[in-house]
């Protein structure tokens, strides 16, 4: 349960002013460039002040499997709140700002308080606060602005795989109608391991258009770990409190 509650929480770490999503071509539209596809992507941004998402959430590893609920709460750009309860019970906390990452479990008693470096190293891929809102909200994980991307079209999708000197490989699939993320993708092949996110379908909440869930598949060598994220309740726009106290007799943990 340790390992579960950690690695589910480390799963949730890994529109333009209009209020609908772009249209633009039924189909992948071969004659795009990159550059406009990436365009495209970013005319989708969200515009809101706070989130709440009431979600189920399926944890399975190759020892367990777990169900539980989620609440998650965003103020944007500002902080996030995760809350993990099993029988209505809260059994974990992940209080997610620009600055730090922290987070406490009940099982062990025992919590973590520290920057994005050690988040990062073990996920194998660099975090931050921006990335870790952009996968709640299906946008793509990193700016896809600041990047060097080979362009195909699979599926009926935009393709984009990043052209770079880093062990990692980083893919982003594109619907072909709306520019919005269906699939992305972190690969090290030398370390045998990828970590891809799947929005399975999107709908119209409050006139935005957000992912209905988040399916992410994490692989390292033999082992795959999946987390899949329905989101069963959205609202916009509340008045939300993100409480969050470490009770004293709990014991800080430290990831290297």
Do not use: W
Request: charged share 25%; with cysteine.
């Amino acid at each position: 349960m340790k390992k579960y509650i950690g690695l589910l929480l480390f799963g949730f770490l890994v529109s333009c002013s209009a209020k609908k999503a772009v249209i633009a071509e039924t189909t992948a539209n071969d004659k795009l460039s990159a550059d406009k596809i990436i365009e495209n992507h970013y005319k989708n941004k969200l515009n809101f002040n706070t989130l709440y998402i009431k979600s189920s959430v399926n944890y399975r590893d190759p020892s367990q499997s777990q169900n539980v609920t989620a609440e998650i709460k965003i103020k944007k750009d500002e902080i996030i709140l995760v809350s993990i309860r099993i029988l209505g019970i809260t059994m974990a906390k992940a209080l997610i700002t620009p600055e730090k990452v922290q987070y406490y479990e009940k099982l062990n008693s025992s919590y973590f308080d520290g920057n994005y470096s050690a988040l990062s190293k073990l996920l194998g891929t660099e975090l931050d606060f921006q990335k870790v809102q952009n996968l709640l909200l299906g946008q793509a994980f990193d700016n896809l602005k600041t990047g060097k991307y080979n362009l195909s079209l699979e599926d009926n999708r935009y393709k984009l795989e990043s052209v770079s000197n880093t062990d990692s490989i980083k893919t982003f699939y594109l619907s072909g109608n709306n520019y919005l993320i269906n699939k992305e993708e972190i690969s090290q092949p030398a370390l045998e391991r990828m970590l891809q996110v799947i929005y399975p379908d999107r709908k119209s909440a409050e006139e935005f258009y957000l992912p209905t869930g988040i399916a992410i598949e994490a692989n390292q060598k033999s082992e795959k770990t999946t987390i899949n994220i329905n989101y069963n309740s959205i609202s916009f726009n509340e008045e939300l409190s993100f409480p969050y106290s470490v009770p004293n007799s709990y014991e800080r943990i430290f990831i290297n």
